[in-house]
Each structure stands twice: as C-alpha cells, then as structure tokens.
C-alpha cells in the first residue's frame, strides 16, 4: 500500500468489520476455520484449485516482493492483497474511501454501491493505450485480523452472471495471518508455491 495511503489513514475513526453474515462458512476464510482440502500455499493465502483457473504473482520490481496475486477463470480476473487488521475492528471502510480518492485523483469515475460482498467500489478508469476505459470493482471483506482486498476486472467488472462466478473464488480463498504482530493495513507475506 503506497505511503500516502498509509499516511491518510493514520487519523481515521474507526469502522464496524464489514463482511458477509456467512463470512465465517463461506468465506473468505481463515486459516483456523478452514476445511483441510489441497490448497495453493502463498504464504499469507491459499488457493483453491479448479479446472481452468490461471494464476498470476505480481511482484514489486525493486524488492522482488510477491505484493498480490491475480486469479482469471472465464475472461474475469480478481487480484488478491490480504491485509493486517486489529482484531477488534474492521479496516475496509476507511480504505474504500483512500482507495475511491486516490482512483478520483487518477482521473476515473468512481461509484460506491452494495454488492454480494457488502459496500464495493464500482469505477471506470481512464482509457489506457488500446484507448478503452476499464471498468473493476475494488471489494473487500473483514475478516479476525485481516482485511481481504480485491480487484475485480475483466467479464465480471459489468456482468453480474460473470461476477457471482469470480466472487465465489474469492470467498474461496483462505487468509493465512499468522500469529506475528504487524501494523493494520500491513501486507501480509506472500511468495510463490513450493515446487510440489
């Protein structure tokens, strides 16, 4: 998360965890209410697999650090970043609303509106070299300890048949936070699978 972000933040109130009210079954998980089954291990998530869905590590060219994870399946895309949370509050509120200005400032049109996540950021970004705008949507989920951000691209950005589809591959993943102490809105580690 770029430091004005984290400078932004500092100073906000605190927020109510906002998730789902079957978070805790359907996801996204954490570790402890996670069923065993074979999963990806990245670290601080783990992914299910299923047929045709491809896997991208986004690694942060100076420091060669994984810092998210974009999962496609069927002309969609959601990029992955867990996040340290207190455990008493939630942190996707007041991330929302860096997120949207820090979006805004960037030049796109940026909408807050109830998904099947709860509050999300529905936004169309500035055309890019191809001189098509974009569409995502930025959602997020509270969890103990964490905060799992996505950003939804491609079919499922303005499909609401598509998006149920990659929703529910997000719930899917499980939060690996571990029991070391990191600031809230820290990135939790992630790295690339272990050869099988």
Do not use: N
């Amino acid at each position: 998360m770029p430091d004005d972000i984290e400078e932004q933040l500092e100073d906000e109130e605190s927020f109510e965890k906002s998730a789902p009210a079957d978070r805790d079954q359907a996801g996204p998980l954490d570790e402890a209410e996670a069923p065993v089954r074979p999963y990806i291990d990245l670290g601080g998530l783990r992914i299910v697999p299923r047929q045709g869905l491809q896997m991208r590590l986004e690694v942060e060219e100076a420091s060669k650090r994984v810092v998210a994870v974009t999962l496609e399946h069927d002309g969609s895309t959601v990029q992955l970043q867990p996040f340290a949370a207190p455990r008493s509050e939630g942190i996707w509120g007041s991330v929302r609303g860096v997120v949207a200005e820090q979006l805004e400032r960037q030049g796109a049109t940026v909408e807050e509106a109830d998904g099947l996540l709860g509050p999300e950021l529905r936004c169309t970004l500035q055309p890019g070299p191809d001189g098509q705008a974009r569409a995502v949507r930025v959602v997020g989920v509270d969890g103990p300890r964490w905060m799992l951000q996505g950003i939804i691209a491609g079919r499922a950005a303005t499909d609401e048949e598509a998006v149920a589809g990659i929703v529910e591959i997000y719930r899917s993943t499980v939060v690996c936070r571990g029991e070391t102490p990191m600031p809230p809105r820290e990135l939790i580690p992630l790295h690339a699978p272990k050869p099988a």
